[in-house]
């Protein structure tokens, strides 16, 4: 009779770096844990850490930061307070906290649940994006189609005067290497609507009365983010409707609603006469009534596309956690209170190349 797998038992070779890929993340970690709390030391241990999300053994990056405080708990007890933000040390853009738990989803209302994550309060901004190409010299796969059409819009390769505006002409891939960049992801057109329409199933972000006073439509061009400060949605997330649709990540098509993206996308540049399409989510400056500012309407669009009407939004990319944010040098209100995580006992072991923490323990990293 074959023996069941024992994850309590050794490997053969314990120190294989593919069984611990963030070995070293870790190491890292604990030099930085050992050096003065400073903005310097936020920003690598906050990149240290976004650069293992990907890894299958990410959680115990994340609670390694979280009980050495080079991180902390995105988690709030005080549901009369506003929702928490903190702002991603990478790129400037500010995140704000969208809790566990349900929601509505759907023309028929329907319902599902997920994990916590975090979303950007605004869209990516011209500013945002001029200084990802300034840093990474990037330049589009040879192999995109209208490469010609990239960030068309900024005369003389400058977003001069429009820099608060939300970025556009710019693809799905574009803006995923912007991502990775910036240590962040985009959503899925369900996150994205979580974010929209909260647990109480609101036609549109800010209740159930639609109105294109609340929001940038029927314009002929974006307007500078926060321009609508005033309307949000229930999580505190801004421009949901009006100025740019959003692209959002594709979803394997018989995956759970409430389920994260894939860490890293799969899908490559798809010849030009078979498109590959995703769904962009929002109502867009160039929109005109109230159907189309609808918090669950949604448009496919070929992800090679290029367009002015088209940005994208952050999402926090943690794999297994997403319950982290920097420290304190990079938080926009309190701390929140934390709570206790017995994770240490892991992080050391998978430091040492080990793999004798027991069952009970690594439970402790389950998706909430």
């Not at 891939?173 to 979580?194: H, N, R, V």
Request: aromatic fraction near 10%; include cysteine.
């Amino acid at each position: 009779m074959a023996r069941d797998d024992d994850e309590d038992t050794p490997p053969s070779n314990p120190n294989a770096p593919e069984r611990f890929p963030s070995a070293k993340a870790i190491v890292d970690l604990e030099a930085l844990a050992k050096k003065k709390p400073d903005k310097a030391r936020a920003v690598e241990a906050w990149r240290v850490v976004t650069s293992a999300a990907g890894n299958p053994d990410a959680h115990a990056v994340i609670d390694f930061a979280r009980e050495h405080e080079l991180v902390l708990p995105c988690e709030h007890t005080d549901h009369t307070k506003a929702n928490l933000t903190w702002t991603n040390p990478l790129d400037g853009s500010e995140m704000v906290w969208i809790p566990a738990g349900k929601f509505v989803y759907g023309a028929k209302g329907k319902s599902a649940e997920c994990a916590g994550f975090s979303l950007g309060r605004f869209p990516v901004t011209n500013a945002q994006f001029q200084q990802f190409l300034k840093e990474t010299k990037y330049q589009p796969p040879k192999a995109h189609p209208e490469n010609n059409l990239f960030v068309s819009h900024w005369p003389n390769k400058e977003p001069k005067g429009i820099e608060k505006h939300p970025v556009t002409w710019v693809s799905l891939f574009d803006a995923l290497a912007y991502c990775q960049w910036a240590g962040l992801t985009i959503p899925s057109e369900w996150l994205w609507e979580k974010a929209a329409r909260g647990t109480d199933g609101r036609k549109y972000p800010w209740g159930d009365e639609g109105t294109g006073k609340l929001a940038h439509v029927g314009a002929n061009r974006t307007c500078e983010v926060g321009k609508f400060g005033h309307v949000r949605s229930p999580y505190g997330c801004e421009e949901l409707a009006g100025n740019v649709s959003e692209w959002c990540q594709p979803m394997p098509a018989k995956a759970p609603v409430g389920e994260f993206p894939p860490y890293t996308p799969t899908f490559k540049i798809p010849p030009e006469d078979k498109p590959v399409y995703t769904v962009v989510r929002g109502a867009c400056f160039l929109r005109q009534g109230a159907s189309a500012m609808k918090s669950n309407h949604q448009r496919n669009l070929s992800i090679t596309r290029r367009n002015q009407w088209v940005g994208f939004r952050l999402r926090e990319r943690s794999r297994d956690r997403q319950d982290a944010c920097p420290t304190k040098t990079d938080r926009q209100d309190a701390c929140p209170t934390k709570t206790h995580i017995t994770s240490w006992r892991w992080a050391l072991h998978l430091r040492l190349g080990c793999n004798t923490a027991s069952r009970r323990s690594r439970q402790t990293y389950s998706r909430p």
